[in-house]
């Protein structure tokens, strides 16, 4: 991207993203309009005249990696080295106030309903105008000509498709910080995949707040809308180009006798269900505002497994929720080891302020919180063990990321039931490839979430 002569010393900036891949895309789209701007990339925080922390606000250990890191990047003031701290993204938006006062560190604070304006801010700012607080209502929806700089390897891209959540689950303050459900229109998602496939992407990875949501808000709006989840993945399937199609964040009633048929049938659809279930027993998925039974719970995941039985499934549990009695807990525990998820993450419940569930009776301690927490993540590390135990001697298509962290002597990449950032990875210990190719591996090692395997040639 080519935009005005930059000064190498006075419009460098460095940005630090904090919580979820849509908050990444948020600072893919601060970056591109920076650098649009005139604005050079620095990768080392120490060479920056400007450092924005884009944060997380969603549960209380983000919140507290997001101070965390404010104030480690204003020690870097003190030192002289800097001279503007922006704070942005989701917790500046959910504590506005509180984080205007508490921090004086900071020079700008910028919601998440005014980033996209990053770069008049800024010009602003080395102005001389004495504005530090950039607040507006989260409405901001990215559009086809938003400048976006893809952060993550080249071959691999997060396609955002709405923000904000219609639903209200008791322990969530996602719509008290994005707001309610808005969607992109489906023609404005497949041009933006296109083009990303075309730069060299060949992993598509979509996500939302829930996907099963996409397009509910259009079509309300309009009879003629065409948008839904069933309709965006064919025409991402028949029309962007991607090898690889992973959806991220499905609700489980979205797992449609429709929807499954159609990731069966479509080779480059990932076989792979990432649907948080939170709980199993009824009256805790209840509190919670959870809108599916146990019951129908466990007819979805049937479906999936009766149809693809080759399929992924990831989830994730929330131990200790207001009222969570031992009895409650015993019942998901025996669910997560009869069920035999192939992914499970496991947070013990953070009590946010505002939502509901920070006003219902029975909080459980801390203690308990975290002993639950251990047991469930205990057994599904048992059940993990023995699923990847099984893919030895097994050949699977492997996407190269490129030398191993661990180690210079390996390569590391993930097969297609691997998502990044949040799975397991396959180290390849024999064989050349380059970083993006997909190429065939025969695994023969495994680990609790791990895999080792040699490239296969026949």
């Known amino acids: 991207m080519t935009g005005p002569k930059a000064d190498p010393k006075t419009n460098r900036v460095h940005i630090v993203s904090l919580g979820c891949p849509k908050n990444l895309v948020d600072s893919e789209i601060m970056l591109g309009s920076l650098l649009k701007d005139g604005y050079v990339l620095s990768e080392d925080p120490t060479d920056a005249e400007t450092i924005i922390v884009n944060t997380c606000g969603f549960i209380g250990d983000a919140k507290k990696e997001s101070i965390e890191k404010i104030l480690e990047m204003a020690d870097l003031k003190q030192e002289g080295r ?58 901001y929806l990215q559009e086809s000509a938003s400048p976006r700089i893809n952060s993550q390897p080249r071959h691999r891209a997060y396609l955002k498709i709405s923000e904000g959540c219609k639903k209200r689950c008791a322990f969530c303050a996602i719509p008290m910080i994005r707001g309610n459900l808005q969607s992109r229109t489906q023609a404005a998602i497949v041009s933006e995949a296109k083009l990303l496939v075309a730069g060299g992407v060949k992993e598509l990875i ?14 309300q709006r309009s009879d003629e809308a065409q948008e839904s989840p069933i309709n965006l993945l064919r025409a991402l399937s028949d029309e962007s180009g991607a090898e690889w199609i992973r959806v991220l964040y499905m609700y489980p009633d979205g797992a449609t006798p429709e929807l499954i048929q159609l990731m069966k049938e479509r080779d480059n659809l990932v076989k792979y269900f990432d ?13 919670m505002n959870r809108r599916m039974t146990r019951q129908q719970i466990e ?59 920070d006003q219902l009776p029975n909080q459980v301690d801390e203690a308990t919180k975290q002993k639950r927490a251990e047991r469930l993540m205990k057994a ?22 490129g030398v191993s962290q661990e180690t210079d002597l390996l390569l590391e990449g993930r097969h297609s039931q691997q998502a990044p950032e949040i799975d397991g990875v ?27 395997g040699e490239i296969w040639r026949e």
């Open 82 to 139: 800097l001279n503007r701290l922006v704070v942005a993204g989701c917790l500046t938006q959910r504590y506005k106030d509180e984080l205007v006062e508490g921090l004086p560190e900071a020079d700008l604070f910028v919601g998440s309903g005014e980033f996209q304006n990053i770069a008049k801010i800024l010009k602003d700012s080395r102005a001389g105008r004495a504005e530090k607080r950039f607040f507006n209502l989260p409405t």
């Open 206 to 219: 979509v996500i939302s707040h829930d996907f099963t949501d996409f397009g509910w808000d259009l079509r």
């Open 275 to 287: 649907m948080p279930l939170q709980h199993i027993n009824n009256d805790v998925l209840k509190r």
């Open 299 to 357: 007819e979805a995941l049937d479906r999936i497994r009766q149809e693809i039985p080759e399929a992924t499934i990831r989830t994730q549990f929330i131990v200790g929720f207001p009222g969570e009695t031992e009895a409650e807990f015993e019942e998901l525990l025996e669910f997560v080891k009869s069920q035999e998820f192939d992914r499970v993450g496991c947070f013990a419940f953070s009590n946010e302020e505002n939502t509901k569930a």
């Open 380 to 401: 599904q590390r048992e059940i993990s063990r023995r699923k990847h135990k099984a893919f030895v001697g097994k050949v699977v298509p492997v996407l190269v990321e």
């Open 426 to 452: 396959t180290y390849i210990s024999s064989g050349e490839a380059k970083v993006g190719d997909i190429v065939p591996v025969k695994i023969t090692d495994s680990h609790d979430y791990d895999l080792v």
